[in-house]
T-cell receptor
Framework: QKEVEQNSGPLSVPEGAIASLNCTYSDRVSQSFFWYRQYSGKSPELIMSIYSNGDKEDGRFTAQLNKASQYVSLLIRDSQPSDSATYLCAVLTGRRALTFGSGTRLQVQP | SAVISQKPSRDICQRGTSLTIQCQVDSQVTMMFWYRQQPGQSLTLIATANQGSEATYESGFVIDKFPISRPNLTFSTLTVSNMSPEDSSIYLC??????????FGPGTRLLVL
């Protein structure tokens, strides 16, 4: 079983819709979770971090964490074509490094 | 946030040679890491660069192949030694700041012929 799992996609949504990206993790003691966005040919860019159960909102982005279910999600409201990218879920390990999921490719259709 | 630069941004190398990649952070950071991203894949941690001591390598990565230095809190190097075409990849440096947030450098795109 992979430590961090994501659907590879592509996830296709129309412009203006809500995009929902999901991630599950296997290590129950994990405490810190991150979402990165990666455009083709670029390095990962941090979007959100979340440490506590519940929702955390930042502009059009909302991260949701459920530690009991070992589940993290990212919602993107009012999706724009510029949001088209690969979204990487990352979990902080005991050695303070990141374990990444395989990424979900999001396509926002104009 | 931390601003991270890497040199070189890309290189084409012959098999059997070595390449050293430099990573510079604009502020002192506790943690620095090196990741590899193979074509079409996600990021895999190579090692944690420890300041003043030997790096901590992940399973599947060894010091002889990927020697790492970190002489101070803002600088690290990764060497890819005795390269083969399988080493063609993007190599990324990251720096850990408060609450363990990590920021990434722009990456070094390596092609081994």
């Amino acid at each position: 079983q992979k430590e961090v799992e994501q659907n590879s996609g592509p996830l296709s949504v129309p412009e203006g819709a809500i995009a929902s990206l999901n991630c599950t993790y296997s290590d129950r003691v994990s405490q810190s979770f991150f979402w990165y966005r990666q455009y083709s040919g670029k390095s990962p860019e941090l979007i959100m971090s979340i440490y506590s159960n519940g929702d955390k909102e930042d502009g059009r982005f909302t991260a949701q964490l459920n530690k009991a279910s070992q589940y993290v999600s990212l919602l993107i409201r009012d999706s724009q074509p510029s949001d088209s990218a690969t979204y990487l879920c990352a979990v902080l390990t005991g050695r303070r490094a990141l374990t990444f999921g395989s990424g979900t490719r999001l396509q926002v259709q104009p | 946030s931390a601003v991270i630069s890497q040199k070189p941004s890309r290189d084409i190398c012959q098999r059997g040679t070595s390449l050293t990649i430099q990573c510079q952070v604009d502020s002192q950071v506790t943690m620095m890491f090196w990741y590899r991203q193979q074509p079409g894949q996600s990021l895999t941690l190579i090692a944690t660069a420890n300041q003043g001591s030997e790096a901590t390598y992940e399973s599947g990565f060894v010091i002889d192949k990927f020697p790492i230095s970190r002489p101070n809190l803002t600088f690290s190097t990764l060497t890819v030694s005795n390269m083969s075409p399988e080493d063609s990849s993007i190599y990324l440096c990251s720096a850990g700041t408060v609450q363990e947030t990590q920021y990434f450098g722009p990456g070094t795109r390596l092609l081994v012929l």
